[in-house]
Nanobody, 123 residues
Framework: QVQLVESGGGSVRSGNSLTLSCTASGRILNNYAMGWFRQPPQKEREFVAAISRAAGRRYYGDSVKGRFTISKDNDKNAVYLQMSSLKPEDTAVYHC????????????????WGQGTLVNVSS
Protein backbone atom coordinates (compact mmCIF):
# COMPACT_ATOMS: atom_id res chain seq x y z
CA GLN A 1 0.00 0.00 0.00
CA VAL A 2 1.46 3.34 -1.09
CA GLN A 3 1.96 6.03 1.53
CA LEU A 4 2.83 9.63 0.65
CA VAL A 5 4.61 12.05 2.96
CA GLU A 6 4.89 15.75 2.12
CA SER A 7 7.37 18.27 3.49
CA GLY A 8 8.53 21.80 2.82
CA GLY A 9 5.48 23.89 3.60
CA GLY A 10 5.68 27.11 5.59
CA SER A 11 4.91 30.79 5.70
CA VAL A 12 6.41 33.17 3.16
CA ARG A 13 5.85 36.68 1.89
CA SER A 14 4.29 37.33 -1.48
CA GLY A 15 6.81 37.09 -4.32
CA ASN A 16 9.02 34.59 -2.55
CA SER A 17 9.70 30.94 -3.37
CA LEU A 18 9.17 27.61 -1.66
CA THR A 19 9.85 24.00 -2.62
CA LEU A 20 7.66 21.10 -1.57
CA SER A 21 8.82 17.50 -1.50
CA CYS A 22 6.88 14.26 -1.47
CA THR A 23 8.27 10.80 -0.89
CA ALA A 24 6.29 7.65 -1.56
CA SER A 25 6.71 4.31 0.10
CA GLY A 26 5.54 1.29 -1.80
CA ARG A 27 5.28 0.51 -5.48
CA ILE A 28 3.70 3.01 -7.85
CA LEU A 29 2.47 1.80 -11.21
CA ASN A 30 4.29 3.29 -14.20
CA ASN A 31 1.06 4.39 -15.84
CA TYR A 32 0.31 6.68 -12.93
CA ALA A 33 1.34 10.28 -12.42
CA MET A 34 2.59 11.83 -9.21
CA GLY A 35 1.83 15.38 -8.29
CA TRP A 36 -0.12 17.80 -6.20
CA PHE A 37 -3.51 19.25 -5.54
CA ARG A 38 -4.32 21.98 -3.04
CA GLN A 39 -7.20 22.86 -0.77
CA PRO A 40 -7.46 26.60 -0.06
CA PRO A 41 -9.36 27.63 3.11
CA GLN A 42 -13.10 27.17 2.59
CA LYS A 43 -12.66 26.48 -1.11
CA GLU A 44 -12.79 23.44 -3.34
CA ARG A 45 -9.84 21.24 -4.15
CA GLU A 46 -7.73 22.49 -7.06
CA PHE A 47 -5.36 20.66 -9.39
CA VAL A 48 -1.83 22.08 -9.14
CA ALA A 49 0.64 19.97 -11.09
CA ALA A 50 1.54 16.41 -11.99
CA ILE A 51 4.25 14.50 -13.80
CA SER A 52 3.86 11.14 -15.47
CA ARG A 53 5.99 8.51 -13.88
CA ALA A 54 7.12 6.83 -17.09
CA ALA A 55 7.58 9.61 -19.67
CA GLY A 56 7.99 12.58 -17.36
CA ARG A 57 5.25 14.57 -19.08
CA ARG A 58 4.28 17.59 -17.01
CA TYR A 59 0.81 18.98 -16.37
CA TYR A 60 -0.04 22.29 -14.69
CA GLY A 61 -3.14 24.01 -13.47
CA ASP A 62 -3.85 27.33 -15.19
CA SER A 63 -3.32 29.36 -12.01
CA VAL A 64 0.25 28.11 -11.50
CA LYS A 65 1.58 27.87 -15.07
CA GLY A 66 4.83 29.75 -15.48
CA ARG A 67 5.36 30.01 -11.70
CA PHE A 68 5.51 26.42 -10.47
CA THR A 69 7.76 23.62 -11.72
CA ILE A 70 7.27 19.95 -10.98
CA SER A 71 10.05 17.38 -11.13
CA LYS A 72 10.57 13.78 -10.07
CA ASP A 73 13.16 11.26 -9.01
CA ASN A 74 11.88 7.77 -9.70
CA ASP A 75 14.82 6.15 -7.93
CA LYS A 76 13.79 7.94 -4.73
CA ASN A 77 10.07 7.60 -5.42
CA ALA A 78 9.90 11.34 -4.96
CA VAL A 79 8.27 14.35 -6.58
CA TYR A 80 9.07 18.01 -6.01
CA LEU A 81 7.20 21.24 -6.55
CA GLN A 82 9.23 24.42 -6.95
CA MET A 83 6.94 27.38 -6.35
CA SER A 84 8.06 30.87 -7.26
CA SER A 85 6.41 34.28 -7.39
CA LEU A 86 4.03 33.11 -4.71
CA LYS A 87 0.79 35.01 -4.22
CA PRO A 88 -1.60 35.17 -1.27
CA GLU A 89 -4.10 33.17 -3.34
CA ASP A 90 -1.61 30.28 -3.34
CA THR A 91 -2.31 29.83 0.36
CA ALA A 92 -3.61 26.29 0.84
CA VAL A 93 -2.90 22.84 2.15
CA TYR A 94 -0.91 21.09 -0.56
CA HIS A 95 -1.46 17.37 -0.91
CA CYS A 96 0.83 14.99 -2.75
CA UNK A 97 -1.11 12.55 -4.90
CA UNK A 98 -0.79 9.53 -7.14
CA UNK A 99 -3.27 8.74 -9.89
CA UNK A 100 -4.31 9.37 -13.47
CA UNK A 101 -4.65 12.67 -15.30
CA UNK A 102 -7.85 13.75 -17.02
CA UNK A 103 -8.07 16.38 -19.72
CA UNK A 104 -4.47 17.41 -19.22
CA UNK A 105 -5.25 19.65 -16.27
CA UNK A 106 -7.05 17.64 -13.61
CA UNK A 107 -6.83 14.47 -11.63
CA UNK A 108 -8.92 11.61 -12.98
CA UNK A 109 -8.59 8.67 -10.62
CA UNK A 110 -6.79 9.38 -7.34
CA UNK A 111 -5.11 6.24 -6.09
CA UNK A 112 -3.62 7.79 -2.97
CA TRP A 113 -2.92 11.17 -1.39
CA GLY A 114 -1.00 12.43 1.60
CA GLN A 115 -2.03 14.36 4.69
CA GLY A 116 -0.83 17.62 3.19
CA THR A 117 1.50 20.46 4.09
CA LEU A 118 0.37 24.03 4.69
CA VAL A 119 1.65 26.88 2.52
CA ASN A 120 0.75 30.33 3.80
CA VAL A 121 1.56 33.35 1.62
CA SER A 122 1.16 36.78 3.16
CA SER A 123 1.01 40.06 1.27
Amino acid sequence: QVQLVESGGGSVRSGNSLTLSCTASGRILNNYAMGWFRQPPQKEREFVAAISRAAGRRYYGDSVKGRFTISKDNDKNAVYLQMSSLKPEDTAVYHCAVGTISGGNNWGYLERWGQGTLVNVSS
